[in-house]
């Protein structure tokens, strides 16, 4: 792990963030991750790109040169010795006493590289739909990861690998992935406005279909049209390109929030099973 400018094992002492840390008090701060493959981050140069983004989007000043930020993360991999391994990073607003509005002290960097292992075998995943509840700035990859998380589990409590969220009756995108619908040799996908993260991964394949000469349209896919789709599959720097095989529906009506306290999530798997079996 690296805290601000130190590198140290990720469970040694040294590797804890100040209680007033604005990251630990608000979530005031952005992050990334890249996957590392055979020792070499993918497709960081997009990835800086985008902190790059997602700090200017908050008002943080970016701490470091790309130059700078591609040297620790080769340090990092390095001395974490894992060929195969995501590096996590994080730039929030600095250590400060409580209060709102921005203090006048340094961002503070933290970095976590852990070796990754393969999931055990290529599968499908099954994405249980749910209100997209999060703010109208999904574009900055903010640490704020609330409504995702709750998603997130209650995908797992309704037996789902990943939550489709959906807006207005469009589906946005994954808790942490996005969403790619195939229908009639078209590759559709929601545009990169406010309401996704422009996800690495997404502009990667957005790059292969455009090379292979498969037509792309950037618009959102209507959740009432699920039904309609070829094929539908996930992207993310850890998901990479992921099938998915089932769909579940959620009842529009139902808040998602409360029910968390609940032994298994009341009215979250449609009562007519699966909206969409692919
Ligand atoms: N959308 C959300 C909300 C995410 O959190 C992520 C990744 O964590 C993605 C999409 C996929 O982005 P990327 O391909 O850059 O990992």
């Known amino acids: 792990a690296y805290v601000n400018g130190v590198f140290v094992a990720a469970d040694a002492d040294g590797a804890v963030v ?6 630990h008090l608000f979530g005031d701060g952005v992050y990334e991750v ?5 020792g070499r981050p993918f497709l960081l140069a997009w990835h800086l790109e985008r902190l790059a983004h997602s700090l200017a989007a908050i ?3 970016n701490p470091h040169s790309d130059a700078e930020w591609t ?20 730039v929030t607003r600095g250590t400060a006493p409580r209060a709102h509005t921005f203090p006048d002290v340094q961002p503070a960097v933290t970095m976590v590289v852990r070796p990754w292992t393969a999931p055990p075998a290529p599968r499908a995943a099954t994405l249980l739909c749910l209100p997209d509840e999060r703010w109208a700035n999904a574009w ?6 609330l409504p995702n998380v ?23 995108e994954g808790a942490a992935s996005n ?35 498969i037509p792309v349209r950037e618009v959102a896919w209507p959740l009432a049209e699920l039904a309609a789709a070829d094929e539908v599959f996930l992207t993310g720097t850890t998901t990479e390109v992921l099938a998915v095989d089932r769909i579940l529906a959620y009842e529009a009506d139902l808040p998602s929030l409360h029910q968390l306290g609940e032994e298994r999530p009341r ?5 007519d099973g699966p909206l969409v079996t692919l």
């Open 71 to 90: 040297s620790l993360i080769e340090q990092a991999v390095a001395q974490s010795g894992a060929a195969e391994a995501t590096v996590y990073w994080q």
């Open 267 to 271: 009215g979250l798997v449609g009562r």
């Open 18 to 23: 100040p209680l007033e840390d604005r990251g």
């Open 34 to 38: 890249v996957r590392v493959y055979g």
């Open 140 to 145: 900055v990859k903010s640490i704020n990861l």
């Open 150 to 172: 709750i998603a997130k589990e209650n995908a797992r409590r309704a037996g789902a690998d990943e939550a489709l969220l959906v807006r207005s009756g469009a589906i946005t």
């Open 59 to 61: 008002g943080l000043a």
């Open 179 to 213: 969403l790619f619908v195939v229908h009639q040799g078209v590759l559709y996908t929601h545009p990169a406005n406010r309401y996704i993260l422009a996800g690495i991964t997404r502009r990667f394949v957005l790059g292969l279909a455009h090379d292979l000469g």
